[in-house]
């Protein structure tokens, strides 16, 4: 008796694949969740690998300043990461190439050249802070940065080169669900939950009303949460798992899966800086909350804060350095993908490699200047983020490039250019407020 | 009598690899009136970035103050 096959895929050519390697199932239930698995991946770790360790920084200092008052920003938040990465999966998926190599072909040299460099340049600056975040942690614990700090960069470069994208997606990806325990954080500082609840669901201001510096968090929130990195990193790594066209509805689903992951570790984050406020104690970054919570909670949420600050750190890392290698690569011609082994890609691992061993020699460099390297980052992410959103957009309304089929639809558009309509004007301020302080009065002055 | 049907899951870097959307032969994007429209506003916002970072470099090298 004949069987009825249908595939998981529209692979006109699927028959010529590896019979070992195809797996036969009888229901659909089981089919779907078995190509969701194999699909996912770009979108988690896009999502998660963001709750870097600025973010852990910034998210904790939200809780600590204002308490839960600002969880509604991220439930605001959620719905405008997904359809930005969603444009970034599809626009991979239909075409197999990275953001970088598209912009080139389609806007010329010139926007090329300045998203490229902009990108290596705050993608080189981020991995400074992430490294410092692994070096300030780890001291904590009483690793010495000398140690600490070429330990995780040598890791970090094997984490890649093992020359299978499977391996290292599954190792990114047990990272990725190591950050749950963010939820155990959040849970043993016993916060409200009436008051979760509530500031979760409905926007408050906080107590002392809208200030400066409320408007700076937010901004920084929202810069914290959507950044230019991630829209280079997943379409590329899209590319480089060679996600098919039949598989754009279990990548969606992958990015929205993501994007509520790291919404919910970010909200766990500011319950574990609320803690502070609740405590009376004043925040100066996550290493001195973790020190100063230890009394109070125990070691579980000493020790806890500071290994999921190095977890942040090296997902950020691994991420960070991806985008720009693979966008290096993508411009050279170079081959530039996970699969092969370090001897065919050198270029693209010696990028990979070279950024994260520069950026870890820049942390060991006795009072080396920090705090103008994160106002750095947060000019240059401000610059990038809506440059970078335009350009996807315009892309994705390139009918002669993507067809009807991948093109966004009336309402992406409206949606996508209410976003970059909001983007330019918090970047804009947040640039005013860099350069020029004295326009804006501190709430604490 | 219907036959059960069979399906078969290939991991994606197992099967073979489709065609897609190709970019060979497209050159660059026309410049339609929104093309150009973003690509003017998008200049203008670049030019108003690096004004306000020459604006930082001279306020640091203390040649003009803001405000003061």
């Known amino acids: 008796m004949s069987e009825i096959i249908k595939l998981n895929n529209a692979a006109p050519a699927a028959d010529n694949v590896d019979s070992r390697k195809v797996r036969t199932v009888r229901s659909r239930g089981v089919r779907d969740l078995l190509t969701f698995l194999m699909v996912m991946g770009p979108g988690l770790i896009v999502m998660e690998a963001d709750n870097d360790a600025g973010a852990v920084s910034t998210y904790t200092q939200a809780g600590a300043q204002y308490g839960v008052h600002l969880l509604w920003l991220l439930l605001l938040l959620l719905p405008i990461c997904y359809f930005i990465q969603e444009m970034v999966a599809r626009l991979g998926i239909a075409t197999g190439k990275g953001h970088a190599a598209m912009i080139y072909q389609r806007f010329g040299k010139w926007w090329g050249r300045f998203s490229l460099f902009d990108l290596l340049l705050v993608n080189f600056l981020t991995l400074v802070t992430e490294f410092a975040a692994i070096s300030m942690a780890l001291s904590q614990l009483g690793v010495s940065p000398y140690l600490s700090v070429p330990i995780a960069a040598v890791a970090l470069i094997s984490l890649v080169t093992t020359g299978s994208y499977l391996r290292w997606e599954r190792m990114v990806i047990a990272l990725c669900l190591f950050d749950t325990l963010w939820f155990v954080l959040a849970v043993v500082v016993h916060p409200t939950w009436a008051d979760v609840a509530v500031n979760t669901l409905l926007p408050t201001i906080p107590k002392g009303g809208i200030t400066f510096d409320l408007i700076f968090l937010v901004i920084a929130i929202v810069g914290t949460t959507i950044a230019p990195w991630q829209l280079f990193f997943q379409q590329s790594c899209v590319a480089d798992k060679r996600l098919r066209f039949a598989d754009l509805k279990w990548a969606r689903l992958d990015t929205f899966i993501g994007a509520c992951f790291t919404i919910l570790v970010a909200g766990a984050m500011m319950l574990v800086g609320d803690a502070m406020l609740r405590h009376g104690v004043s925040y100066t970054d996550p290493a001195q909350m973790a020190a100063a919570l230890g009394p109070i909670y125990g070691r579980l949420v000493r020790d806890g804060v500071l290994i999921m600050m190095v977890n942040a750190a090296v997902l950020g890392t691994t991420a960070i350095s991806l985008s720009s290698a693979w966008a290096w690569g993508e411009v050279q011609g170079w081959n530039h993908s996970l699969h092969k082994p370090v001897r065919e890609a050198k270029g693209f691992y010696a990028v990979y490699a070279l950024c994260v061993l520069l950026a870890a020699a820049v942390v060991l460099i006795p009072k080396a200047p920090l705090q103008l390297i994160i106002l750095g980052v947060q000019v240059l992410a401000g610059v990038i983020l809506p440059s970078a959103v335009i350009f996807l957009q315009l892309l994705l309304n390139d009918h002669e490039l993507l067809g009807n089929e991948f093109v966004n639809k009336r309402w992406n558009n409206v949606i996508n250019w209410t976003i970059i309509v909001v983007l330019f004007a918090l970047s804009l301020v947040l640039a005013l407020q860099v350069t020029i302080p004295s326009l804006f009065p501190s709430s604490g002055n | ?68």
């Open chain 2, 1 to 68: 009598m219907n036959a059960e049907p069979v399906f078969r899951v290939i991991h994606p870097l197992d099967d073979v690899a489709e065609q897609k959307r190709s970019l060979d032969n497209l050159g660059h994007i026309k410049m339609t009136q929104s093309v150009k429209t973003s690509l003017i506003l998008l200049r203008s916002y670049l030019i108003l970035m690096m004004l306000l970072v020459g604006y930082q470099f001279l306020s640091l090298a203390g040649l003009v103050h803001f405000g003061k």
